[in-house]
């Protein structure tokens, strides 16, 4: 059974730094790319970053572009998401995403994890 | 304002039919995949339609994808009260280099 389960949300003062992780499991993790999406409260679904199953390549948008990194431990198959200078329009729910096979086919989610950005 | 654009809201009685739109452009729409979402209150997103046209094993085929040059639909029979819920297109923007989601579509079933 697929299962993606984060951690490291929290209330975090503006400016700070947080840094998700993603436990990936049931499945070859090294056969997908995966995705960080998140949902401000109240708000739509907003694609943050991805990261190629190859590793190699990375992807941000532009409202994080410099500030967050996308990484992942294959021999922990884990996601992290390292969150620099946050910001109050950051907060929202993280969820990390599995992609099926291309175009944001995401076919697993997990729970996500809520981050807070408040002074 | 969204990349991806979606109608607000809408809603349909039990029984009836619902088609959600999602306009995009050639950069995302037109040359990739699209793939649908259903959020209900407080839970993850869940996948319904993905590569356009495809339902994951366990999605009823009551749901239904297409695509069309730069827009893609969702589409909906004998809707039922538990199919209230927020649905999200999304695809990746070649122009952008990320992915892309629509604004999100309310459907009530009233």
């Known amino acids: 059974e697929v299962q993606l389960v984060e951690s490291g949300g929290g209330l975090v003062k503006p400016g700070e730094s947080l840094r998700l992780s993603c436990a990936a499991s049931g499945f070859t993790f090294t056969s997908h790319s995966m995705n960080w999406v998140r949902q401000a409260p109240g708000k739509g679904l907003e694609w943050v970053s991805s990261?190629?199953?190859?590793?190699?390549?990375?992807f941000y948008a532009d409202s994080v572009k410099g500030r967050f990194a996308i990484s992942r431990d294959t021999a922990k198959d884990s996601l992290y998401l390292q969150m620099n200078n946050l910001r109050a329009e950051d907060t929202a729910v993280y969820y990390c995403a599995r992609e099926l096979s291309s175009s944001l086919n995401v076919d697993y989610w997990g729970h996500g994890t809520l981050v807070t950005v408040s002074s | 304002q969204s990349v991806l654009t979606q109608p607000p809201s809408m809603s349909a009685a039990p029984g009836q039919k619902v088609t959600i739109s999602c306009s995009g452009s050639?950069?995302?729409?037109?040359?990739?995949?699209v793939s649908w979402y259903q959020q209900l209150p407080g839970t993850a997103p869940k996948l319904l339609i993905y590569d356009n046209d495809k339902r994951p094993s366990g999605i009823p085929d009551r749901f239904s994808g297409s695509k069309s040059d730069t827009s893609a639909t969702l589409g909906i029979t004998g809707l039922q009260t538990g199919d209230e819920a927020d649905y999200y297109c999304?695809?990746?923007?070649?122009?952008?280099?990320?992915?892309?989601f629509g604004g999100g579509t309310k459907l009530t079933v009233l």
């Open positions: 999304g695809t990746w923007d070649s122009s952008l280099s990320g992915g892309v």
């Open positions: 990261i190629h199953m190859s590793g190699y390549n990375r």
């Open positions: 050639s950069s995302n729409i037109g040359n990739n995949y």
